[in-house]
């Protein structure tokens, strides 16, 4: 049976994401994805997708608003750009998306299918009805406007769709897994995003089968007009009802709160005090002599052991995705403006890594894992300074880094700060210099 993930309530924003930092996120979406292929395959891609917490986890590591509900589109989109060239190469396809791109989803899978052989027939009614669950079966107030399906070769998927409700100003996150999936109407999702807000009608529960078997008895021997006459009497009173249905078991679930900058209380500080002292640590050992990416200092690192916690962490790790947002900052300035120049050198590592272990040289993909077995082994003694001073010194330093958000470039305070990078490519000026 597919397994649930749990839930999250995520704050409803508009807006969009510019083209600087969308472009940033298609390529360190898709590198993020080649190196868990590398060391995991492709179903464990799909797991990571179908899990709610990592999944806002990792639109966070990319600078995105990390508690929004942007980040379902953006992360979705991002993969979907970034991975289409690599289709061939790894076997996974990101189909569907926002609005008008939902729609075309199905026409997207039978065109996957012709590609590689898988039914494609199949996989589009597939995706229809995984729609239609979460919108007529699932009644909860949140109106479904997005919809991603993503497709192995081997014909496994994860679909992740949203839904929102402009009168609470939230949106719900829908996850589902193929993997273990028996039934499209008992049970199905791998998880379903958003707290409990009243009561809501799940057709898909276990509990609910009963009714859905009498919602067949009662159309097969009343008929369409039999029903409305019933429930005429029941709109006037005239029946009690049925009795209310035990409520849901409450399952794990993350908050996103309201508030968009980020606050001590959204961050975990042992875990970010770990991750700074394993980067300080390992950093001039395995980065500075192994790597040899040119300009790899402290501040690109740090951003490197989030990424690394991305790719080897535990589903445990990401409890508080608010944590991740410290290695690119956010695209609105909380915790910090994008640091651009770190972003960029952040991706080259990445790509380094990934294309020397396709040749065979695992040593800086191993790097990358020796980083965040680091990070969690000093976890329990690890100290350092709290969440605010961590914030205040990047927005300090965010000059240096090419420190961008959709507000515009962060000012230089003082003449003699380093040069502000020229451009929307956000390259480093001759002053800079990692600290």
């Known amino acids: 049976m597919a397994r649930r993930a749990g839930s999250a309530d995520l704050p409803l924003h508009g807006g969009h994401v510019p083209r600087w930092l969308a472009d940033r996120m298609t390529r360190l979406g898709a590198v993020v994805s080649e190196a868990i292929v590398h060391h995991y395959g492709r179903d464990e891609l799909l797991r990571r997708l179908a899990h709610p917490f990592w999944f806002q986890s990792f ?227 395995d980065f500075a002599q192994l790597l040899l990416v040119p300009g790899v200092g402290a501040r690109t690192v740090r951003a490197l052991a989030l990424v690394a916690e991305v790719v080897h962490g535990a589903p445990c790790r990401f409890a508080d995705p608010a944590r991740f947002s410290f290695a690119h900052g956010g695209k609105d300035r909380h915790p910090f403006p994008v640091p651009l120049l770190v972003y960029d050198r952040t991706i080259a590592v990445l790509k380094s890594a990934v294309r020397r272990a396709k040749l065979g040289s695992e040593e800086e993909l191993a790097a990358l894992q020796r980083l965040d077995a680091q990070a969690r082994r000093i976890e329990r003694q690890a100290t350092g300074p709290s969440v605010d001073a961590v914030i205040a010194r990047e927005r300090r330093l965010s000059p240096s880094y090419g420190g961008r958000s959709v507000f515009g470039w962060e000012p230089a305070e003082a003449p003699d700060a380093a040069v502000r990078p020229a451009g929307a490519a956000g390259s480093p000026g001759r002053g800079w210099r990692e600290r």
Not at 61 to 86: E, F, N, Q
Not at 101 to 114: C, F, K, N, W, Y
Not at 153 to 174: C, F, H, K, L, T
Not at 265 to 281: E, F, I, K, Q, S
Request: glycine share 12%; charged share 25%; with cysteine.
């Open 59 to 285: 639109g966070a590591v990319m600078g995105m608003d990390w508690h929004s509900s942007g980040i379902t589109t953006s992360v979705l989109g991002a993969l979907k750009r970034g991975l289409a060239p690599l289709a061939g190469e790894l076997g996974i396809h990101v189909c569907g998306g926002r609005g008008r791109h939902s729609r075309r989803t199905p026409d997207e899978l039978l065109a996957v299918g012709e590609r590689t052989g898988l039914d494609g027939a199949a996989l589009a009614g597939a995706s229809r009805l995984v729609a239609k669950v979460d919108s007529t079966a699932v009644q909860d107030g949140f109106d479904l406007y997005l919809h991603g399906f993503v497709v192995t070769d081997d014909g496994r998927w994860a679909v992740i769709q949203q839904g929102m409700s402009d009168e609470r100003r939230q949106a719900r996150r829908y996850h589902w897994l193929s993997e273990g999936l028996e039934s499209f109407v008992d049970v199905p999702h791998a998880a379903i995003d958003g707290v409990a807000q009243g009561k809501i009608v799940n057709l898909t529960d276990r509990r609910a089968a009963a009714s859905r078997r009498g919602q067949l008895d009662l159309l097969q021997s009343l008929g369409p007009d039999g029903i409305a006459r019933e429930l005429a009497v029941l709109d006037r009173g005239g029946s009690d009802g049925p009795a209310d249905a035990a409520r849901q078991p409450l399952l794990p679930h993350l908050v996103m709160p309201a508030h968009h900058d980020v606050r001590p209380g959204d961050v975990m500080a042992r875990r970010l005090h770990a991750t700074l002292a394993a980067a300080a640590d390992r950093g001039p050992e």
